[in-house]
C-alpha cells in the first residue's frame, strides 16, 4: 500500500519502520525521514523519558525531515555522479512544499469554523486557497480538481486534523539544518542530535532556540529561508552543467 512510516514496540525498545519502494528517489526520501523518527524513538528507549515520548507533532517531524537533508553529505552512495541533481529536486520539493502545507491548514480551519458549507463551497474555497498561495499552478483540463476537490486527496484532513502545520513548521527547521550542515556539518550534526535528545523535554519554540535556528515564527524568517533555498539550488544547478 501507500506510504511509509515508523513506529515502535515499547516493551522491546525497538522502533520499526515499514517502507515501500518503487526505484524512484522518493525511496530515499522515504528511508531517510522514517530513519529519523526512529532514531529519536531510539532515543526515548535509552535515556529519554516514555511518557513525554519524542515531543509533539510539530517536533517529531522535525527529527525526520531534518536527517532527510543531514544525508545529503552520502547521497554519492545512492546516485554517483547525479547526486546534486538529487539534492537540488529534493530541496525544491521541500521548498514548494510550504505553500501547499499552509493550504491544507487554513482549508481545515476554514471548514470547522463554518461547518455550515456546502460541498460545493467548500470546493470553491480551496480553489480560492490555491490562488492565493500557489498561483503559479493550474487544473485547466482537469476536469476532477478544477472542481476543487484536490484536497480529498489529502487523508490527514480526515485521518489527523490539523496535523498539517506541524510539517511546514518542521520544513522551516529542516531547512535551517541543512544550511547550518552546508557551513559547518560537524556541528550542525550536533546541535541535530541535542535537539532529538531533548524531545518532549522542552517547548518547541525553546527546542529551536537552543539549536541557534532561525524561528519561523519571527517575521521575514520565511523569506530569508527561502532565499537561500533558492540560491542553494542556482549553485547545485550551476554544478551540474
Not at 47 to 55: A, F, K, P, R, S
Not at 229 to 234: D, G, P, Q
Request: negative net charge; contains cysteine.
Amino acid at each position: 500500500w501507500g506510504g511509509g512510516y515508523c513506529t515502535s514496540f515499547p516493551a522491546y525498545k525497538q522502533p520499526f519502520i515499514l517502507a515501500n519502494f518503487n526505484g524512484s528517489c522518493g525511496d530515499i526520501d522515504v528511508i531517510t525521514h522514517e530513519f529519523g523518527h526512529a532514531l529519536a524513538a531510539n532515543f526515548v528507549f535509552h535515556g529519554g523519558d516514555i511518557e513525554l515520548d519524542v515531543g509533539g507533532m510539530e517536533t517529531a517531524e522535525c527529527h525526520s525531515m531534518s536527517m532527510e537533508f543531514l544525508c545529503w553529505k552520502y547521497m554519492d552512495k545512492f546516485f554517483g555522479d547525479e547526486a546534486d541533481k538529487y539534492r537540488r529536486k529534493h530541496l525544491l520539493s521541500a521548498l514548494s512544499f510550504i505553500p501547499y502545507g499552509v493550504i491544507v491548514d487554513e482549508f481545515q480551519q476554514n471548514v470547522y469554523e463554518h461547518p455550515e458549507y456546502t460541498p460545493a463551497e467548500r470546493k470553491k474555497m480551496y480553489l480560492e486557497l490555491e490562488k492565493k498561495y500557489r498561483p503559479y499552478l493550474s487544473f485547466d483540463g482537469i476536469p476532477y480538481l478544477e472542481e476543487g476537490t484536490r484536497w480529498q486527496y489529502q487523508m490527514h484532513i480526515y485521518e489527523s486534523p490539523f496535523y498539517y502545520i506541524d510539517y511546514c513548521l518542521a520544513q522551516t527547521v529542516a531547512l535551517s539544518f541543512l544550511f547550518a550542515s552546508r557551513e559547518d556539518y560537524s556541528s550542525a550534526l550536533s546541535r541535530y542530535l541535542d535537539f532529538v535528545r531533548a524531545g518532549g523535554t522542552r517547548a518547541f519554540p525553546d527546542l529551536i532556540a537552543a539549536a541557534g535556528l532561525p524561528s519561523p515564527f519571527v517575521d521575514g524568517s520565511l523569506k530569508e529561508m527561502a532565499e537561500k533555498a533558492i540560491r542553494l539550488a542556482e549553485e547545485l544547478s550551476e554544478k551540474n552543467k
